[in-house]
């Protein structure tokens, strides 16, 4: 029996949560309660994920890349499982320590880092803790520059790009990382600083699938390759996030245990090519591997739920405008990314499937979520879930078109609490009046 009436057993672990696994009664009660736009985040799956996670990578350093959701519920809980943060700014740096990440579990990623940042992460008493990994020799010379002594990593451009979209796929962009062939030159300029080097690391982008391992295969080898290369002891090799979910119904979830398979595979073929030819006779351990999902954790554990607020037969198709839109969540306006969407009506049997047009409120060609998707004859009032919607969800909320941004609820065992609160009109001037008023 389920902890929480209603929501799905916390004691099942399956490799996925589908939207049509959500429990359409009590979604509506959250919305009679909460109104919409109203994200859901179910913190028992986050743990679930976890789990999953710790079981297919039992010896890997796991961290969550907390830019995918860094509401407070959600850090916390992982933060309780003792898992690390990886973080791409000051302002999650900042969020990851109030929520309980210890600071020698924190590492902070800075790509292209804003001054302001830098003197935040160098300046924290608990910066001699963290891990700051810098992606070019510029980011090492400020962070020696303002006295940073706590561990460095290195972040590599691996030329090799994975994702299910070319704008998440970073292992082959110049942006990120030190090129490959001057990852040795970096590190021993760190050492020169007097910087203790602990770790490399390479993120290929998001989006690793079940039917084609082969680019994070040849990252993952890449990167065990460098490590041996690379003179100086190290202490781990993170090679980054990526792991897909998936986003269609009928799509399989990701085989973790292959996943973890094929990493270990090929992180131990590119150590030992790198220090002990092939047969790997007495070769010395690799250093830990380290990975670092973000939308693992927290897709699934996701959902958004928005009410219909008009219906417009066209000669085209049924336009239907909903309360959400992509200043509340922006893949699909983005990435042109595809969200499973369900009608949450206790009538949806008796009624029948009209094609429909998705539509945001926001005056923008590209605020629709879904075109020609077929849902129960809609009406003005229904209720709609949005899948996957936990990860690079309320993140990536705005108050573009002066939309104020929705309310969270988080639930544990089927208990909710509100985790932040609907932004009101009134705020959305406080910065202008706080500037006059100065
Ligand atoms: C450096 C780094 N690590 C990890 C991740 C997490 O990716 P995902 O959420 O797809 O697992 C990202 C995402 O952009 C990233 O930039």
Known sequence: MPDGEGWPSTTDNPAVRRLSDWPAEPLRNLADEYETPLYVADLDR??????????????????????????????????DRGVGAECAAAGEV???????????????????????????????????????TVGAMDTLNRVAQRGFRGRLCVRVNPGVGAGHHAKVSTGGEPKFGVP??????????????????????????????????????????????????????????????GFGVPYHEDEPPLDLDTVAEATREAYREGWLEAVAGDDGEDAPAPPQLAIEPGRYFVADAGVLLTTVNT????????????????????????????????????????????????????????????????????????????????????????????????????????????????????????LESEAEDS
Request: proline letters at 7%; one cysteine or more.
């Open 180 to 241: 490959y062939d001057r990852t040795a030159a970096v590190v021993e300029q760190a050492l020169e600083h007097g910087f203790e080097v602990v770790g490399l690391h390479a993120h290929a982008g998001s989006g690793i699938s079940g039917d084609d391992l082969s680019a994070h295969r040849e990252l993952v080898r890449r990167m065990g390759g460098l490590a041996g290369d690379v003179e100086e002891s190290l202490d781990f090799v993170a090679v980054g996030g």
């Open 94 to 132: 900042k969020r990851s320590l109030e929520a309980g990440f210890p600071a020698s579990r924190v590492r902070y990623t800075a790509v292209n880092p804003p001054a302001r940042d830098l003197d935040y992460v160098c300046g924290l008493d608990a910066a001699d803790d963290m891990v700051l």
């Open 46 to 79: 986050v743990k679930a994920n976890a789990s999953r996670l710790r079981s297919a990578f039992p010896d890997a350093d796991l961290s969550y890349a907390v830019k995918a959701n860094t509401t407070r519920p959600v850090l916390e809980t992982l933060a």
């Open 311 to 430: 219906v417009k037969p066209t000669p085209e198709t049924t336009v239907v405008g909903i309360d959400a839109g992509m200043t509340t969540l922006v893949r699909p306006a983005m990435y042109d990314a595809y969200h499973e969407l369900r009608s949450l009506e206790p009538d949806t049997p008796r009624r029948d499937a009209v094609a429909c047009d998705i539509s945001g409120p926001v005056c923008e060609t590209a605020d629709v979520f879904a075109r020609d998707r077929p849902l129960p004859d809609p009406s003005r009032g229904d209720l709609l879930a949005i899948g996957n919607a936990g990860a690079y969800g309320y993140e990536m909320a705005s108050n573009y078109n002066s939309r104020p941004r929705p309310a969270v609820v988080a639930l544990e065992h089927g208990e909710p609490r509100l985790a932040a609160r609907r932004e009101r009109l009134d705020e959305l001037t406080r």
